[in-house]
């Protein structure tokens, strides 16, 4: 037995103090980061994501043109111009200090969303891939119920029992969408499990939350990291989509898909009111959407290495 253990493959070396720890980690993170810029779908999806951030940033700091609920009855449907960029809607509202607002409340909605879905798809898929058997069905026989729903009538359904709001909102696209991180997740792992570090570090009697941690978890990160970025853009999309339907958080709160319903009905007359948010809506789906594709490319080994 104690042949058997020596034979083991060694594990990968580690660096030996602090310093060198932190040093090959941020050395690992600047040459991603690098990698990321390389790509030209990253590239661009991070600039994106750059403008509409700090446009949200702008409104949380007062920077907007006009307060995003306040009314002008003097100056209703009035086009794009120097005193208002994006014009205004027929209560005389800014629209681009609406359009800010809204930014802010996807955004705060999405990363929400995903933070649910992507720790408990997360824990559900290692638990899974890792331990199988009962627990790997008992997960996944739950995972397909909720797939078997389309995600936007499972998110219909949530809100409509909890009630309007961009917190659950944010819950039932964190539910609707767990079954995809479940998925994602529990692949690598069955893969990881049977690798021979993991074999190694289970002859010589690691802890379970040892390997889990050490090894399992650090496997799929990278993994995790595109499907997070993915993942928002679907979020995203799900909120102004309850939103239009009216199921998001009530007038007068600046909602982007609340404000496209709304100037679908007046788009002949006023197409600025659909223009500008259907606009701020495709931006950030497409923002996420781009600096995922990148960051799976800068991921690649064999995209690295060219």
């Excluded at 111009?81 to 802010?104: E, K, P, W």
Aim: net charge positive; glycine share 12%.
């Amino acid at each position: 037995m104690a042949g058997s253990v020596t034979a083991s493959p060694p594990s990968p070396p580690s660096p030996t103090s602090p310093l060198e720890v932190a040093a090959g980690t941020a050395a690992g993170r600047r040459g991603l980061a690098w990698r990321l810029w390389r790509q030209p779908s990253g590239r661009t999806g991070l600039i994106i994501l750059a403008v509409m951030v700090l446009a949200g940033l702008a409104s949380l700091a007062g920077l907007a043109p006009d307060a995003p609920d306040a009314q002008n009855p003097s100056a209703t449907l009035r086009g794009p111009s120097a005193a208002h960029l994006f014009g205004t809607d027929q209560f005389g509202r800014d629209i681009l200090s609406r359009v800010m607002a809204g930014t802010v409340l996807s955004l705060q909605t999405a990363l929400l969303a995903v933070a649910i879905c992507a720790v408990v798809g997360t824990l559900g898929g290692v638990a899974a891939g890792y331990f199988g058997g009962a627990v790997s069905w008992a997960v996944t026989s739950v995972a397909d119920l909720i797939f078997a729903v389309p995600s936007v009538l499972l998110a219909l359904a949530i809100v409509s029992g909890l009630g309007p709001g961009w917190q659950n909102t944010a819950i039932a696209v964190g539910i609707s969408y767990t079954p995809i991180f479940i998925r994602v997740v529990r692949g690598p792992v069955l893969a990881i499990r049977q690798a021979e570090y993991v074999k190694a570090a289970r002859v010589l009697g690691f802890s379970r939350s040892r390997i889990l941690f050490r090894h399992v978890l650090p496997g799929v990160g990278g993994i995790l990291a595109v499907q997070v970025t993915l993942a928002l853009g679907w979020a995203v999309l799900i909120e102004a989509s309850l939103d239009f339907l009216g199921l998001g958080p009530p007038p007068p709160a600046a909602t982007l898909g609340l404000m496209v319903s709304e100037g679908t009905n007046i788009a002949g007359i006023a197409w600025w009111n659909l223009a500008f948010p259907a606009v701020a809506v495709v931006l950030l789906v497409l923002g996420f959407t781009l600096t995922g594709d990148g960051l799976r490319d800068a991921l690649d080994p064999a995209s690295s290495a060219s």
